[in-house]
């Protein structure tokens, strides 16, 4: 699954690195990283970050394996503008 996560929506609240450490990483208090492409065994957890960020800044791609978007929006607009999208693997992200 691959996930974008807003970084000018992001406030910094840490619930999706409460919910999927494994994913998702606070780095200092407000700078977050993340692996934009999550193995489908933390699909659960990630799932529940999606749902709990209060700023909706995280976006989940293929979140059954069919291709469908799932998220609650704030990545962007139809042309990206105003997203982050991380490049590479591994942890990403940098506010």
């Known amino acids: 699954m691959r996930l974008v996560v807003d970084l000018n929506r992001c406030q910094g609240y840490a619930q999706c690195a409460f ?14 990283l993340y692996n934009p492409y999550a193995d489908g065994t933390q699909r659960e ?9 209060p700023v909706q800044a995280i976006l989940m791609d293929d979140p059954d394996g069919a291709g469908a978007p799932e998220g ?3 990545a962007g607009g139809a042309d990206g503008a105003g ?12 506010r």
Not at 83 to 94: F, M, N, T
Request: charged share 15%.
């Open 72 to 74: 609650t929006g704030g």
């Open 83 to 94: 997203s982050a999208v991380p490049v590479g693997e591994g942890l990403s992200g940098v």
């Open 19 to 32: 919910l999927a450490p494994d994913v998702f990483v606070m780095h200092g208090e407000e700078a977050l």
């Open 45 to 53: 957890q990630v799932m529940r970050a999606v749902t709990a960020c």
